[in-house]
């Protein structure tokens, strides 16, 4: 199911838009006669495979505000995800290059982004981070300093818990898939943990710190655990379609943080669409492109859908009141 950035844009995004391009053009040649300026740098860069959609989004809004990948901007981009050595090798080369922005999607690559380049002056927008004060990239959301700004999560994650419940009433065990050593992933449990609701649930939570942890979590789930809740965090959410498949096997429903994980065996999401975060990320790189400080721009929250898949219900053997279904924002039917 492909989203179409345009049509995901939201209201107060598309007038943000508005006010930009009104206020701004993107930069364009400045040569003398036919001479035009060389073209605009950009490093690319994500460590999980949804995050190919957030760089999407964000080629796609450059492209609505006026960036062309026509001589007028060039993108440095391998076009796959990169983790561990070949991450900061490739941060390592943006930097070599003189890069004019880079853009990061991913915690753990916004955060390496930060220490790569905090002396370099070179800008950074991220897009998206779980809690980019919690990770320790900022001081202060309203006022970024330094060479870094972009979009982040909202704290929705108590709101998603209760919205999972609505849609499955009989869920008493919970089990949370988190990785406890990311700062901005243990913020979320602590959402979770101190709701209202979760103190009436049965919840077990998994630290998962990396892919071995996550195979066994997997392997050792409670024979009585209702429903699965992943917390946003790349080492466990990169591995959807194994903790789908054994979701599938359990008939046990998952609730995911972003969009994208309905089209990937979850029940139920509500996050962010991955290709509207980038085109909002571009919103912000438009303005440090015509001379903006990043440090002097607020970091962005991210907008939260529903989404459903009721294929994944039928599957199951679950029944969704047709009152989620009407209220859904994205909807994935069963297959006839």
């Known amino acids: 199911m492909a989203f179409d950035v345009r049509h995901w ?98 915690t753990p690559t916004g955060v390496l982004a930060h220490e790569m380049t905090k002396d370099s002056g070179i800008p950074v927008i991220f897009g998206v981070m779980a809690d980019p004060v919690q990770a320790g990239v900022l001081g202060d959301i309203s006022h970024p300093g330094g060479n870094m700004t972009g ?20 869920i008493q065990k919970l089990v949370l898939l988190s990785n406890l050593g990311d700062p901005a992933s243990a913020a979320s449990v602590e959402q979770i943990r101190s709701s209202n609701l979760a103190k009436t649930l049965d919840l077990v939570i998994m630290d998962c710190r990396d892919d071995e942890a996550v195979t066994r979590a997997l392997a050792d789930l409670p024979d009585d655990t209702d429903a699965l809740f992943l917390v946003p965090n790349s080492t466990v959410n990169k591995r959807i379609k194994d903790i789908a498949r054994v ?44 001379g903006a400080n990043p440090g002097d721009l607020p970091v962005e929250n991210a907008e939260s859908y529903l989404g459903l898949n009721l294929e994944i219900a039928k599957r199951i053997g679950l029944e969704i009141d047709p009152l989620y279904i009407r209220s859904a924002d994205i909807l994935i039917r069963p297959v006839p």
């Open 151 to 170: 979009v982040k999560l909202g704290k929705n994650q108590a709101r998603r818990l209760e919205l999972f419940k609505e849609v499955v009433p009989g």
């Open 247 to 290: 979701s599938l096997e359990r008939k046990i429903p998952i609730s995911g943080p972003s969009t994208a994980q309905i089209e990937q065996g979850a029940l139920m999401t509500y996050g962010f669409v991955h290709e509207e975060v980038g085109a909002q990320a571009a919103r912000l790189a438009l303005l440090v492109l015509n």
């Open 9 to 106: 844009l939201s209201p107060t995004a598309f007038l943000k838009g508005l006010m930009v391009l009104a206020l701004l053009s993107p930069l364009g040649s400045c040569g003398d006669g036919d001479e035009a300026e060389k073209a605009i740098k950009i490093g690319l860069v994500t460590n999980n495979p949804n995050g190919l959609r957030n760089i999407q989004g964000f080629r796609d809004g450059m492209a609505h505000l006026g960036f062309q990948e026509d001589g007028q901007v060039a993108y440095l981009f391998d076009g796959h995800p990169v983790t561990g050595q070949d991450l900061k090798t490739t941060l390592e080369h943006f930097v070599a290059a003189e890069v004019d922005l880079i853009f990061t999607a991913g």
